[in-house]
């Protein structure tokens, strides 16, 4: 495979950040938080400056993806910026015609489903991800001391997507190419690792801090299955990965059945939706063989919780900063992304509730 090299480049040093402290397994002086989805859908003024513009269109606008970035550091103080992106951008500059549809999300002209479609599905080369690039590169100044997290769709999630032709509840026609023909299955999710691994590169070269790999939709899947069909293929984007020295955080939905075996995969960070107690989710990784260290974990407040008032929130956040103390690390966040009606002061009072909490 023909992935560039190298991942280095001037990558700020940023050795007070609590975030990258913490995902290095390191006990910053306050638990770090950021949110899954921070950018975008729940703020006004986001709402405001994406109006007129396609989502696709302002993913390949440097100074717009910069300026959606700032906005939930500047509005809620959070340790960590994620780059405005999405995960099917690198598909859209490999060439693949595939649209976001508002209200739905990624819509593909002609679904992958047979061998030649597999053949077909383009290459992608750093080059045709120059914009994002350079949004990086104008978010490495604009975020002073604040950590940027590069991310990218893993293989199986960004499969389901083009094999589908957009969003699934069941996963049905992924999981028939995956059972009935996997040899071509394999073929495709190392294709897509490519895609990624070229992606996140890119993201690196150009500064970013940290990286995570959305795995959203392979909870889906049982642990036999992941474990045959996807982890290989998450494997070689995340060692792909491992030369830049920066923490690489996976996260899916619905995968306490699998989180041992995300990590098993290459993750520094592992991600935990709310299903799955933190404390829970730290015995599952220890018992993962290999590591020196122990566990770091990021995730589980249910967004829903931030629609149940004050007293709820504030004993979701004791809890889950409570739990974080079995963990090597802990970056608190959300279980999922930040649901589109949350009202932008509440997570503003998480923040303040991390931060104000003592270790
Ligand atoms: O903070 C941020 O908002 C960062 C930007 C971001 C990220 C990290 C967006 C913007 N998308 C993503 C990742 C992403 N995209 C994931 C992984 C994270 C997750 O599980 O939430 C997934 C599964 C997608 C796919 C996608 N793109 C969906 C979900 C569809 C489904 O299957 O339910 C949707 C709705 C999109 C479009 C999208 N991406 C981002 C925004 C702001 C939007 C809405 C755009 C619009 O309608 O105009």
Redesign the pocket.
Known sequence: TAVKSPAKSARRSLPGSPFLVAARGGRPARVPVW???????SLPEYRAL?AGT??LAACFDPDLVCEI?MQ?VRRHGVDAA???????VPLVAAGVDLD???????VVASPIRSAEDVAALPTLDASQVEPVAEAVRLLTSALGDTALIG?A?APF?LAS?LVEG???RNHERTKALMYADPTTWHALLDKLADIALTFLRAQLAAGVDAV?L?D??AGALSLKDYREFVLPHSSKVLAGLADAGVPRIH?G?GTGHLLGAMREAGADVVGVDWRTPLDTAVTRLAAVPGFESGPVVQGNLDPAALFAGDEVVRREVARIISEGRAAQGHVFNLG???LPETDPDVLTKVVDLVHGSTR
């Open positions: 949110f899954m989805r921070q950018a975008g859908r994406r396609k989502m970035t939930p994620i780059l405005f992106s999405d995960i099917v976001i549809v508002a209200g739905t999300g990624p991310f769709g999630t997507y957009g969003p699934s995570q959305f959203s939709w996260f939905v999922h992304g930040v």
